[in-house]
């Protein structure tokens, strides 16, 4: 390529995220890629790098303020419109759905632009995406140690054997139309309260 | 009943927000078939954005917001009317507390007087200037916002030019008291509960309110997307009265102490619930200074508190044209006009046989007490709506307005 690289803000207080879309940028051969995770540098940050485009999470408070520094012109040199088209309807949904925003300097060709809003997009619903099973995984984890203490407390109060505390619990829950977890921590709380302890 | 309606709604983090939570809390929605779904946003950017894309048919907007789309000031907004107010006031403005003790010292009454406190900072503003000092800088929470133009109408009126005597920057609401706090703002305009917020944390003084400003004045309204509206009038109309209900029940001061608590929860505005209770009961503590009674501070349904006059919208417009956001002309007066809408909102709530105002328009100014006006329905009593320095805005003279 002989047009010179495009200089890419990545806004965003999360910094794994904003990592991981970084990352991606690297590797589809963006080499001016620069992060910002607080925005009280922000301003001189955009005066100095003069970003070609901006790329900033949804969630982020500081948009209206991002915005706004884009209506004075005192505080950029150049015009920034957002997002690289507003005909291109169907990349604006894809990035809100995914919860990134983007902002362009005025006349940056759409298919100079178009490649890195699909990257962020992309980087940002697989953020999510990794998020989630990290939860997912998480409250598995959890809702099997409740099983097994709930397990414990019937073996014991009922001279029960694993597999019958198991099964106890299985159909309580299925009677209950509740989660097998649900069953489990109500059990340990109600034993809790019975053996006279303090924990809830 | 079940639910014929899903509508999903945004909103920011403020007291203005107790509408649409009360319409949601209180089951008012639900008593009009309408499954109310609310989201919090942190920015009025996302709130347009996601009112463009359809993840939204309605929001908590800045009343010159759905007039900003309207006119292109905004990037990607969608066609977006305003078929309701969401209460009338509900701002203030608040200075650190150094700048207070000096506005102090050049008059400003410590009872929330917008002329002595206007007066006194055109006397530090001046001093500042031919000592050579940085210019002071307030914060306001958006460009097309009540705030700002409310700042800007208190200190042209108080001698100062807004955009060359003094600095105006853009804030988030909840992060306004820390940047007081920290010196990176001298003073700001905010809504509810973030002035209390820094009156009672220690570090600022609320100096004015917006309905010392300007009595009985538009704040927030209920933006909603035109083609949903369009599309589903029958849901829009269930939305609208049970917004009405809720309004009626947010503006009984039985309900105050159950609304603050509501309201403090952390899905909702997510503070404490006495920071909420200043703006309800109209006590305003000022900081390191008095109570002061301001009856009228925030009003969700008096004085016809929802109702969408297109006078307040032509008011915004001529705003717009004053600071520069857009060069005037007829047809951008006319798309002005025609984003509140008045008629949507007197036909979802005439089966209420509640008070309507006749007119769709209001000189704004004019009222200097409370005055019964012809309505349909009951009888309805609106004003005082007078501006502090005792100018008269006549809708049906935009451009003699805009001259003066």
């Known amino acids: ?200 | 009943m079940s639910a014929a309606h899903r509508v999903t709604a945004g909103f920011l983090p403020l007291l203005d927000s107790a509408l649409l939570v009360a319409a949601r809390e209180k089951r008012f929605a639900e008593a009009e078939g309408i499954d109310l779904v609310l989201v919090r946003e942190n920015s009025w950017a996302s709130i347009r954005d996601r009112l463009a894309v359809g993840h939204f048919e309605a929001a908590h907007m800045l009343a010159p917001m759905p007039i900003a789309f309207n006119l292109g000031l905004a990037p990607l907004a969608a066609r977006t009317i305003a078929p309701m107010a969401l209460g009338l006031g509900g701002n203030a403005v608040t200075v650190a507390d150094e700048l207070w003790r000096e506005m102090a010292d050049y008059g400003a009454r410590p009872d929330l007087d917008p002329a002595s406190g206007g007066r006194a900072l055109d006397g530090i503003v001046s001093r500042r200037a031919a000592e050579g000092g940085a210019p002071l800088r307030f914060a306001v929470v958006h460009p097309h916002s009540g705030h700002n133009y409310e700042l800007r109408y208190w200190l042209a009126a108080s001698d100062i030019d807004p955009d060359r005597d003094i600095e105006i920057v853009i804030v988030p609401p909840p992060l306004m008291p820390d940047a007081l706090a920290a010196g990176r703002i001298d003073g700001y305009c905010v809504g509810e509960p973030w002035n209390t917020a820094a009156a009672f944390n220690g570090a600022g003084r609320i100096a004015t309110t917006k309905s010392r400003i300007w009595r009985s004045s538009p704040e927030k309204v209920l933006g909603v997307s035109a083609d949903w509206a369009e599309s589903s009038p029958v849901a829009l109309d269930g939305l609208l009265r049970a917004l009405y209900r809720a309004a009626q029940w947010c503006g009984d001061a039985a309900n105050h102490e159950e609304l603050a608590g509501i309201l403090a929860q952390p899905g909702y505005v997510g503070c404490p619930a006495e920071w909420l209770m200043p703006a309800l009961s109209g006590r305003i503590r000022t900081g390191n200074g008095p109570v002061v009674e301001v009856s009228d501070f925030f009003m969700p349904h008096a004085r016809a508190a929802t109702f969408p006059w297109k006078s307040h919208a032509l008011w915004f417009y001529t705003q717009m044209v004053r600071w520069g956001q857009v060069e005037p002309g007829p047809d951008r007066e006319t798309v002005a006009r025609e984003t509140y809408r008045p008629d949507l909102y007197r036909r979802a709530l005439r089966s209420l046989g509640v008070a309507l105002p006749g007119a769709n328009a209001k000189v704004e100014g004019a009222l200097t007490t409370q005055t019964p006006v012809g309505s349909a329905g009951a009888s309805l009593v609106l004003g005082p709506d007078g501006f502090f320095d005792g100018k008269i805005f006549d809708p049906d003279r935009v451009a003699d307005y805009l001259r003066s």
């Open chain 1, 1 to 200: 390529m002989d047009r010179p690289a495009l200089r890419i803000l990545i806004i965003d207080e999360n910094r794994l995220r904003a990592a991981v879309i970084e990352d991606g940028l690297r590797e589809a051969g963006h080499s001016e890629v620069a992060l910002v995770h607080d925005m009280s540098g922000v301003a001189r940050q955009i005066a100095d790098t003069e970003p070609d485009v901006i790329v900033i999470d949804l969630e982020n408070p500081n948009r209206d303020v991002l915005e706004s520094m884009f209506q004075l012109t005192r505080a950029v040199k150049r015009p920034i419109a957002m997002f690289v088209d507003r005909s291109d309807s169907a990349s604006i949904e894809a990035a809100i759905d995914a919860g990134v925003s983007a902002y362009v300097v005025d006349g940056l060709r759409k298919d100079r632009v178009k490649p890195i809003l699909d990257m962020a997009i992309s980087r940002f619903n697989a953020y999510s995406r990794m998020a989630r099973e990290l939860e997912e995984a998480r409250t598995e984890l959890e809702s099997r140690r409740l099983v097994e203490r709930a397990k414990g407390i019937l073996m014991k109060s009922r001279g029960l054997s694993e597999q019958e505390a198991y099964a106890l619990l299985r159909r309580t829950a299925m009677n209950q139309n509740r989660k097998i977890a649900e069953i489990a921590q109500s059990l340990i709380t109600a034993a809790g309260l019975l053996e006279g302890g303090d924990e809830a």
